[in-house]
């Protein structure tokens, strides 16, 4: 579709077109002539002589050597002037018909825990209007299970090993380019709300608006837009609400006797208790997403994509600091008006280093060559229902909270996971912590371990594991049963177990292990912290 002011400039083309005609004819060794373009100061034409085509720029000085009188030139002149003066309104109008980026970012939420995929206990109506009304993405994963080195992965489109960023609290290296920079050189401007990067070197992310709160972000983005000097700039909307991080709410919208626990938790009154304030902050975090949809409809119409994700499990056992499906899984909803159908689901395998590439393109531009990232316009688009064959993820650890490296690849099938210090005990904040709103259950779950078996496997299974695990996602979503040591899976394993030996090694991944683990024959990591008593 044109514009009006596309229709005038068209006009002038016709208009120099036919002056130009008038010039060409003159020039002795000139076949034709065509207009092809006005570029400010500078008329184009191509002049096609007998051995063949050539393109040169003509000023008006070029025209008058040619032999145009004064009244023609001067028509000519006057018809570049606004002509090159339609141009120029009318680039700015496409570019403010620049597709607009929104991407809503929760913070340690579970893939499970919305109606959405599932969830018969959490209320999250913005979730479901987003699933109704675009993509749902059944197989989307982090690169790993931490928010820094989730979020860096999101920002460079690479691995941790390739961006510098592995363990937690750590950050890519000099010299990576930023998905926010490459959108800032097609003309973006950049707003960023909330957790979306990690720690204290969000400058280096080149946000050309940043506000800090990490709750109720819809009053600060609608302050944004009240006061924003550059409307006529397209707009990446970058937000990242806290929730459900750590502490959770104390507030409980849910009744702790009626929300559903997974197999591989400790049901007790603690636990129930927690999960219900859990929920509850995913429900608040979801309505705080539905006023900024809206907020994206009345700015920009139908023009913008919109991406909802979380950067990992929640944090609960198994789930964050873990590359089980419930630590790396995570839901994906996006919706595009115009380009992706609604109501639509697919099974394709993306990763979250995939989002670089694919938001760059929906935007009009190419990546950056050798990223790990590859775009998932294709599915987006209904074109094709696959995208990756295989997803890598990695965890390097968090402090002293937690000391175990680990390493996976999945298929459709198959889950391998490899874990590089099997000689030492896993952990993270919260059994050893053991903080009200985080990860207090965790006192009922050793006393309740004392006496009954089927606990005790449970909590041991957390600490100490495996040099590797293979599961049959199929027959095995939860990830339960480790089939490494079954004769009947070898074959699986030893296929798997080298592929990610061969990506490992392209990644340039050390393996590293970031601070001293805790040994599995040792005291529990809370006891060495000196977090509780010892046994």
């Avoid at 100061?41 to 070029?62: C, F, H, I, S």
């Avoid at 961006?163 to 003309?187: C, D, I, Q, S, W």
């Avoid at 393996?511 to 010892?534: I, M, N, Q, T």
Wanted: with cysteine.
């Amino acid at each position: 579709m044109f514009s009006a002011v596309s229709a005038v400039s068209r006009l002038f083309s016709v208009c120099l077109y036919v002056l130009f005609l008038k010039v060409c004819l003159r020039v002795s060794r000139i076949q034709r002539c065509f207009w092809t373009g006005v570029d400010n100061r500078a008329l184009r034409v191509r002049l096609t002589p007998p051995v063949g085509a050539r393109t040169t720029v003509m000023t008006g000085g070029d025209l008058w050597e040619l032999g145009m009188n004064r009244r023609d030139f001067i028509r000519c002149s006057v018809a570049a002037v606004l002509g090159g003066a339609a141009f120029g309104r009318a680039d700015r109008a496409q570019m403010a018909q620049k597709l607009n980026i929104v991407c809503f970012f929760s913070d340690d939420m579970g893939r499970l825990d919305t109606p959405v995929y599932g969830s018969k206990d959490v209320r999250t109506p913005t979730m479901e209007k987003l699933a109704s009304g675009g993509m749902t993405f059944d197989n989307a994963f982090v690169a790993s299970p931490a928010c820094a080195p989730s979020r860096a992965a999101l920002l460079t489109g690479l691995m941790p090993a390739r961006n510098g960023a592995e363990a937690n609290h750590t950050y890519p290296r000099k010299g990576v380019k930023f998905l926010t920079g490459v959108l800032k050189e097609m003309g973006y401007e950049i707003a960023c709300f909330g957790k979306v990067a990690h720690g204290a070197n969000k400058p280096v992310y080149g946000f050309d608006y940043y506000r800090a709160k990490r709750m109720g972000i819809s009053g600060e983005v609608a302050k944004y837009f009240k006061n924003r000097k550059s409307a006529k700039k397209p707009c990446v909307l970058l937000m990242g609400d806290r929730r459900p991080h750590v502490p959770w709410i104390k507030e409980s919208a849910y009744d702790p006797d009626k929300v559903t626990l997974p197999p591989y938790f400790v049901d007790t009154p603690e636990t129930r208790r927690h999960q219900a304030r859990y929920y509850t902050d995913i429900t608040n975090m979801d309505a705080d997403m539905g006023r900024c949809l809206e907020i994206a409809r009345k700015q920009f119409g139908d023009n913008f994509i919109f991406v909802f994700t979380s950067d990992h499990g929640g944090q609960w056992p198994f789930g964050k600091w873990n590359l089980y499906d419930a630590g790396v899984r995570v839901p994906m909803l996006i919706v595009w008006p115009g380009k992706v159908k609604a109501g639509v689901r697919t099974g394709a395998m993306v990763s979250w280093i995939d989002l670089f590439a694919t938001l760059i393109e929906a935007a009009g531009g190419k990546a950056p060559a050798g990223i790990d990232g590859k775009s998932f316009i294709g599915v987006l688009r209904g074109q094709t229902s696959r995208h990756r064959e295989a997803i890598f993820t990695t965890h390097s650890g968090d402090g002293v909270m937690n000391v175990y490296p680990i390493r996976s690849v999945r298929t459709d099938k198959y889950k391998y996971i490899l874990n590089l210090r099997p000689d030492c005990q896993h952990s993270n904040h919260s059994d050893i912590l053991r903080k009200d709103g985080a990860g207090a259950y965790w006192d009922s779950w050793d006393a309740a371990a004392v006496d009954d078996s089927a606990v005790a496997a449970i909590v041991k299974r957390y600490y100490v594991r495996p040099a590797e695990e293979l599961y049959d996602l199929e027959s095995d979503p939860l990830e339960q049963k480790n089939l490494a040591g079954d004769p009947k899976h070898e074959k699986e394993r030893r296929e798997l177990r080298g592929r990610l030996d061969r990506w490992m090694k392209e990644q340039g991944d050390t393996k590293k292990v970031f601070g001293k683990p805790y040994p599995a024959s040792g005291r529990r990591p809370r006891e060495v912290l000196g977090r509780g008593k010892k046994k």
